[in-house]
């Protein structure tokens, strides 16, 4: 289903406050000041000082919303930035030129970041310090210009969290098509069994809703939460799975990040949806096919998708290196 492995994004937040030292531990926290309102850019005065090498975080805003646990998929929007002894400086924001939120696959943080996020709820702003033990050690990144003496501030606002058993619900309706794929239920964070007609598959992309969902239409650009199972018509076997791997899945749709049958596909289709989709081979893989998964270049794929929620709709360039920053 990936044109890309896994999802590329990251995300901050703002706030009017002085941290003290109380927060969290570490001088790195008392004067580190974040002005600003939830959602908004934020303005975040970093001292001169050299940071005290001590991981702090503290919540600024304490969420109502679900509780992030340890492998959710999160998004958040965020400004992460650089700090050593001699000068700080920006890495990336989602506020940078009105971008969307970020997507925090919290299975692939530094470790910093996972233990600042999870237990956070939705709803919340936060504001950490990572030094380099938690961040990304003593070799630093010199991919994104972070040496190894490199402190990382993050501020974050949590949106959403979405945990492994997150799936599309309500009244499924069933297909009047005998020559499409059979759908059945699964207990939450399983995929759904398939059951494909031994018939021809369909040369045109077919999009059908499983589970009508009740939210606002995906738009080109935005960041979505997804669950999704792939299988081959020719023998209907599982060749990937969010299900398999453990988390859900994450990507800007639109942006030619996924396959154009997708692409295609969940634009238009509402949040809370279950779609099957049938992609032929031309909006897929297309004829070199995906020889590690198993599939052949003339093979047809069936997807189940559950589109769990879908954040912003402006443009995703500005995005990608931000999800580098965070990846461990």
């Known amino acids: 289903m990936r044109r890309a492995a896994a999802s590329r994004l990251a995300a901050v937040l703002c706030t009017p406050l002085l941290l003290l030292p109380a927060a969290c531990g570490g001088a790195d926290t008392s004067n580190v000041k974040v002005e600003g309102a939830f959602g ?38 965020y400004a992460g930035y650089a700090w050593n002894d001699s000068a700080n400086r920006l890495i990336a924001s989602s506020f940078a030129g009105g971008d969307i ?7 692939q943080l530094v470790p910093g970041l996972e233990k600042a996020m999870v237990g956070a709820k ?57 020559r499409l794929p059979q759908v059945g239920a699964a207990q939450p ?17 077919q999009v059908r809703a499983l589970i009508p969902g009740t939210g606002a239409p995906v738009k080109s650009g935005q960041v979505l939460a997804l669950q999704y199972a792939g299988y081959l018509w020719r023998d209907g076997k599982s060749f990937d799975s969010s299900y398999a791997a453990g988390h859900p899945f994450s990507t800007v749709i639109g942006a030619k990040q996924v396959m154009q049958g997708w692409d295609q596909g969940l634009i238009g289709q509402k949040v809370g949806s279950r779609m099957l989709l049938i992609v032929p081979p031309r909006l897929g893989y297309g ?4 020889k590690q998964s198993g599939i052949k270049g003339d093979d047809t794929l069936v997807y189940v998708v559950d589109i769990l929620g879908a954040y912003g709709s402006r443009r995703a360039a500005v995005c990608r290196p931000a999800a580098a920053a965070v990846r461990k």
């Open 40 to 77: 908004k850019r934020p303005n975040v005065t970093i001292p001169k000082a050299k940071p005290d090498g001590k991981f702090a975080t503290r919540t600024l805003i304490k969420g109502k919303g679900a509780q992030v646990r340890k492998g959710d998929l999160v998004i958040a929007d």
């Open 101 to 107: 939120p970020a997507a925090f696959p919290s299975w």
């Open 122 to 178: 939705v709803g919340s702003r936060l504001v950490t310090v990572i030094p380099p033990k938690d961040g990304y050690g003593a070799k630093g990144a010199p991919q994104l210009q972070i040496s190894g003496q490199d402190s990382l501030v993050y501020v974050l606002d949590v949106v959403a969290t979405f945990p492994k058993e997150s799936g599309a619900k309500g009244q499924a309706q069933p297909l009047s098509d005998s």
């Open 189 to 205: 964070g399983q995929a759904p069994p398939v059951t494909v007609p031994k018939v021809a598959p369909p040369k045109d992309l």
């Open 287 to 290: 004829a070199k096919g995906l």
